[in-house]
């Protein structure tokens, strides 16, 4: 009877034995799948990776750098893969794109208990069970993989490692399933990261003007959406335009500066709607919209697609401040030193509180604070939210010139006062922590919270007269704990003071800023970017003539970096580049020639340029193996002698039985065997012997999959399907009934 192609054989008589057929067949896939780089793995080290597949796949592995040396369970998840055929999950040596990653740590599962690697098929298929685990909706998985550093003559500290996704024994030359993430252990991180910048410090962060919005008239202040992610700018009209009046509260998409809506109508003082601009925003509204201040005394709210703004006129004097309230429906408002709480639905003031003076404030309702800055006494008061009435108040020096903003940290309560051309920082109790001085007048602060950031803009006086003026603006980024500088300093030519202070709006983790240029009528859009920071680097190797090399390095910046290696035969004197080396892992087969040759990964983007530290290769004569024991033949390949590994290291001895012994996967020569077997076909850096013996391996197709000891011809037969004659053959002998 001939079995089905993928089907295990069951001879008469005999029960089915799934763990040890169906083990076979993963040991051979384990061997021989290649995994080419999975792309866009994420940047972010500290976190769970993902990386995509050729076909849309997502692996995500819960924890890949800084484990456990000596075991580590990792979750691995997948989606999107393909539900016509199986692949397995496992950690092997990464040996580069298009490159076999062999061998592999925790192998093959000979009983279904191992917890090392895993083995996905679709629904109902007939490995499904013991050894397989059946693919989710979707093409989905979520497994545990236990994994180590160092076991089966590897250490994931000398050679790259990831954890990969590959189809299984079946469809063994299908790459469509290949995804792969990089692993490191702790301590074990070969090279030092970080690098060396060329043009700029290695992990420079800078921000980058990309678009000028020019469709919301003279933009006076900024929120963009938590919720809907709409950018909401408070527009007045632009001076000395033609007879379009811009004034109003506008709605743009944020990633082109295209308006999806405008309000320009809000309720004036006797009720009736009026053209308004929108002077001041006090914050979001559930799901999309805000609430803003418009001139003189008017509270509104609107969202996109509203036709006019729903909104109240105060009495009293013209509001200065605006911030939400304590309680749904109700607002802050500063009247000049007038401090109060208004129903938004009726205008009417909840509570009132008049302090010595003073015009804008910021509240901290985490801490239950409003600070109230009074520039003209010199001035910081602090309010309760809760009694409504001032409890400390502080001392603002430098205040006897142009006021800027008052402004809270969101994370750490510290309170941020821009006077004149300094930025005075207190932190939540009230006590001065740092002054931050610039070259510009002091204008908007924002803050990334997540990011632990602070921007700050500053505007030039624009009276050129004055030899501190140039008419040119300036965005710095400070972190937000120690105050050091956190990017570059960027220009913002022709933002100044004459017609209007600048503001800021910042996304949600720093990546984009939008900054107002009052003057000029339009919001530029700026991007972070960082120059390649070195995250791994190779270290120094020492090898032997015809061993394979694997030198890894890799980056992060933004844009994504590009790679190229570089090689030095003159110590370090001249540097070229080494022709189509644009990958994170070098791989070469040494040579004697090459002993003293230095190299180096050079990473590049529109920042700047990064190099790791050269590290120097130094390579010996190979040695060969011993010879092979008892009637073991000759060692040539037409009768079954030792066949060569693929990574330089020496072969065990030959058992002199049956046929002739393969190498490992780091072998370079084996040992000789006996007679009888016909030529073997290399797995893993070894051979495996041909079908008319039933010789044993050692070394590579071993280390290759964790097993410690299987016959060669069980190995053959996953190679063939795992489901032919020769494997029952196989089973036979491995159980005594040859």
């Not at 002077?279 to 697609?305: C, E, H, T």
């Not at 030193?337 to 938004?344: Q, V």
């Not at 003031?349 to 520039?375: E, I, K």
């Not at 001085?437 to 500053?458: E, I, S, T």
């Amino acid at each position: 009877m001939t079995p089905t192609p993928g089907t295990p054989p069951t001879g008469p008589g005999r029960p089915r034995r799934p763990g040890r057929r169906l083990g076979a067949a993963a040991v051979a896939a384990l061997l021989l799948a290649a995994v080419p780089a999975g792309a866009a793995v994420s940047a972010d080290a500290a976190t769970p990776k993902s990386a995509t597949g050729p076909q849309g796949q997502k692996l995500t592995v819960s924890a890949t750098t800084g484990l456990d040396p000596a075991g580590a369970k990792i979750r691995v998840t997948g989606e999107g893969y393909g539900t016509t055929s199986g692949i397995y999950v496992a950690l092997c040596k990464d040996n580069g794109a298009n490159r076999v990653p062999s061998p592999c740590l925790g192998g093959a599962d000979m009983s279904g208990g191992s917890k090392n690697s895993q083995w996905i098929v679709p629904k109902g298929d007939p490995y499904e069970g013991e050894l397989a685990l059946p693919f989710g909706p979707g093409g989905t998985f979520d497994v545990e993989i236990e994994i180590r550093s160092e076991g089966d003559g590897l250490d994931c500290a000398d050679v790259p490692c990831s954890v990969v996704t590959r189809a299984d024994h079946r469809a063994s030359g299908d790459r469509t399933q290949d995804v792969r993430i990089p692993v490191t252990f702790a301590g074990q991180e070969p090279g030092e990261p970080g690098g060396e910048g060329v043009d700029v410090p290695a992990g420079t962060v800078s921000y980058k003007p990309v678009a000028d919005f020019t469709s919301a008239g003279k933009p006076l202040d900024l929120l963009l959406h938590p919720d809907s992610k709409k950018l909401y700018v408070g527009a007045d009209n632009i001076p000395d335009t033609a007879d379009t009046d811009e004034r109003g509260l506008y709605v743009l998409n944020p990633e082109d500066g295209k308006a999806e809506s405008r309000i320009t109508d809000a309720p004036g003082s006797t009720g009736a709607l009026r053209a308004s601009a929108a002077a001041r925003i006090s914050g979001p509204l559930p799901g999309d919209g805000v609430v803003y201040n418009y001139p003189l005394r008017g509270v509104g709210s609107a969202k996109a697609g509203d036709t006019a703004a729903t909104g109240v006129w105060l009495a009293g004097s013209t509001i200065t401040d605006i911030a939400p309230g304590t309680a749904p429906g109700t607002v802050l408002v500063a009247q000049g030193a007038k401090l109060s709480e208004i129903e938004r639905a009726t205008g009417t003031a909840t509570r009132s509180l008049a302090l010595p003076g003073g015009t804008q404030f910021a509240a901290d309702h985490a801490r239950g604070a409003v600070w109230f800055s009074d520039f003209a006494a010199g001035k910081l008061h602090r309010v309760d939210l809760a009694s409504f009435a001032v409890t400390a108040s502080f001392d603002l020096p430098g205040t006897d010139s142009i006021a800027g903003f008052t402004e809270v940290d969101p994370a750490s309560g510290a309170v941020w006062v821009g006077v004149n051309r300094s930025v005075l920082v207190f932190d939540a109790t009230g006590k001065p922590v740092k002054t931050l001085v610039g070259k510009d007048l002091a204008r908007d602060a924002a803050f990334d919270a997540a990011g632990g950031r602070a921007f700050v803009a500053w505007q030039d006086g624009g009276d050129l007269s004055d030899p501190a003026n140039d008419n040119n603006g300036t965005l710095t980024v400070y972190d937000s704990t120690d105050f050091t500088p956190a990017a570059k300093d960027l220009p913002l030519p022709g933002n100044q003071t004459q017609l209007g202070a600048a503001s800021l709006a910042v996304e949600p983790g720093g990546a984009t800023v939008f900054v107002t240029s009052p003057a000029e009528g339009k919001i530029t859009r700026l991007t972070r970017q960082v120059s390649p920071l070195v995250t791994q680097a190779p270290a120094d190797r020492s090898v032997q003539a015809g061993e394979e090399v694997a030198l890894t390095a890799r980056a992060e910046g933004t844009p994504e970096p590009s790679v190229r290696w570089q090689v030095s035969t003159d110590g370090s004197q001249t540097w070229r580049e080494l022709d189509g080396a644009t990958e994170p892992v070098l791989t070469f087969t040494a040579k004697s020639a090459q002993d003293g040759y230095r190299y180096r990964a050079e990473f590049r983007n529109d920042v700047g340029t990064t190099r790791t530290a050269p590290v120097t290769l130094t390579v010996t004569e190979a040695t060969g193996g011993d010879t092979g024991g008892g009637n073991g033949g000759s060692g040539d390949t037409t009768t079954g002698g030792a066949a060569t590994g693929g990574d330089g290291s020496t072969g065990g001895d030959g058992d002199g039985s049956d046929g002739g012994t393969s190498t490992g996967a780091s072998g370079s020569s084996g040992g000789s065997g006996s007679s009888a077997g016909s030529t073997g076909s290399t797995v893993g850096g070894g051979s495996v012997g041909g079908n008319t013996g039933a010789g044993t391996t050692s070394g590579g197709s071993l280390a290759a999959t964790g097993i410690t000891v299987i016959s060669v011809t069980l190995l053959a037969a996953a190679l063939l399907g795992g489901g032919l004659l020769i494997h029952r053959r196989a089973r036979r002998r491995t159980t005594g009934l040859a």
